[in-house]
């Protein structure tokens, strides 16, 4: 039977929208969210990923912008900049656009944004709070899986998921989200053995590895529900993910497709993320 494509467009753009009343509420008492991005360097993908941020933030009306740094920028600069934004009353996340150029160390400059204003949920304290089951910002992209879970009416209780990729941006915090979710969890990585074996058993596959089509038709349950985060550029414009989309869609109960997938509700996520941190400076928890 052939799979359910679960929409990510339409479930981010349904996510935006509950944002307006949100951002309205907050802009009747005098506070418009601000989320201020630091681009450093010239990546082109990093370039278009910024673009599409900056576009969703105005069309919600918020305040803030990216603020495009030269690949020489120091360390010492960048830090002294996220010091300031932390300290701005006005600024209510800041992200850091990844990856840096390779003189500014990553988890440096992730450790210095404020934990409250860490809307990525990048930074230690939020990665632990997740873990201990009280996030204050979960990672936008596996927060979306989960809310792409939720809308499709997909249960989560109870079912075999594997994680394939263990990054901490992606694959661990997908796994403690869905182990939250009662999901019984096994995390997969480049050392794992029997690889094909193991998602092959599961009822819920998630596929962050950003190996084209590594996930083959063999490698998905019949009835499953597969999840693939893998953006791969392949040749000069096409993007293909992580999965085999035509073989597993055959076998899979659901699955996303790439593009229109799991990237875009990772931006909607953010926004969300935003709209929260403007919400607990008015009334810190
Ligand atoms: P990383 O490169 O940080 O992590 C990749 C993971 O895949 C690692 O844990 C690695 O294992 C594992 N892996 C690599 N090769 C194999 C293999 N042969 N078998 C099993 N596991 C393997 O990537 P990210 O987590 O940052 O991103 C993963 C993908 O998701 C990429 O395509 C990226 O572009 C995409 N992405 C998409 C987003 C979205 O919005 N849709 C957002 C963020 C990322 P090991 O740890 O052992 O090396």
Known sequence: MAAQIIDGKAIAAKARK?????????????????LTVI?????PASAVYVRNKERAAKELGFLGGVLRLPAETGQEELLTLIKHLNDDEQVHGILVQLPLPGHILESAVL?????QKDVDGFHAVNAGRLMAGRPLFAPCTPKGVMRLLAESGIETRGKNAVVVGRSNIVGKPMAMLLLQADCTVTIAHSKTQNL???????????????RPKFITTEMVKEGAV????????????????????DGASKKASFITPVPGGVGAMTIAM???NTVE????????C
């Open 270 to 272: 953010l926004m969300e």
């Open 39 to 43: 681009l450093v360097g010239d990546d």
């Open 196 to 210: 094909a074996a193991l998602c092959a058993g599961a009822d819920l596959l998630v596929a962050a590895i950003g």
């Open 226 to 245: 597969v999840i693939d985060v893998g953006i791969n550029r392949v040749g000069e414009k096409k993007l293909v993910g992580d999965v085999d989309f």
């Open 111 to 115: 450790a210095a944004i404020s934990p």
């Open 277 to 284: 941190a403007a919400e607990r400076a008015l009334a810190p």
């Open 18 to 34: 509950a944002l307006l009343p949100r951002v309205e509420a907050l802009k009747a008492k005098g506070i418009a969210p601000n």
